[in-house]
């Protein structure tokens, strides 16, 4: 019984590894969010950000290649389901990058609060 529920997560953890590893691979967005993440980390450590501001960071960068996975997710569907125009599927697609918007803003606020007094 354990044993079945341990390896029922472990196949799952394989799964969002592989997903993962797609969205890298395919999604131009993803591929720059993460050239950001190794930029911002090499900035952290020039500027010697403390452990707070590690943890904003990293959930920032977090948030936003979150938001941009689910993203994609959701335009796969609705390319899925209906592959042709409908007013309905651009405005589910608009919500969607909606919300990676949302998480990029508050990143580059944040992104502000911690390195412009470094800077300026
Ligand atoms: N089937 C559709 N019906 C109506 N509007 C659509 C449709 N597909 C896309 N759109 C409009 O075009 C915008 C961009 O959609 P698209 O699927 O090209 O996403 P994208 O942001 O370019 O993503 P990606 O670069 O990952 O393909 C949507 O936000 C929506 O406004």
Same mark, same amino acid.
């Given at each position: 019984m354990a044993l079945k529920f341990i390896k029922g997560r472990l196949k799952g953890m394989k799964y969002s590894f592989q997903g993962g590893i797609h969205l890298l691979k395919t999604e131009a967005s993803i591929q720059v969010q993460f050239g &950001? =993440? /190794?930029l911002v980390t090499i900035a952290g +450590? =020039? +500027?010697k950000i403390s452990n707070y501001e590690w943890i904003?960071? +990293?959930l920032c960068v977090g948030l936003v290649m979150t938001a941009e996975g689910?993203?994609?997710?959701i335009e796969g569907v609705a390319d899925f389901i209906h592959?042709?125009?409908h007013e309905k599927i651009g405005r589910i697609k608009d919500v969607a990058a909606g919300a /990676?918007? &949302?998480a990029a803003l508050v990143s580059v606020i944040v992104a502000g609060i911690i390195y412009l007094p470094k800077i300026f």
């Open positions: &950001i =993440f /190794v +450590f =020039f +500027f904003a960071q +990293f689910l993203n994609t997710a592959p042709d125009y /990676v918007g &949302i």
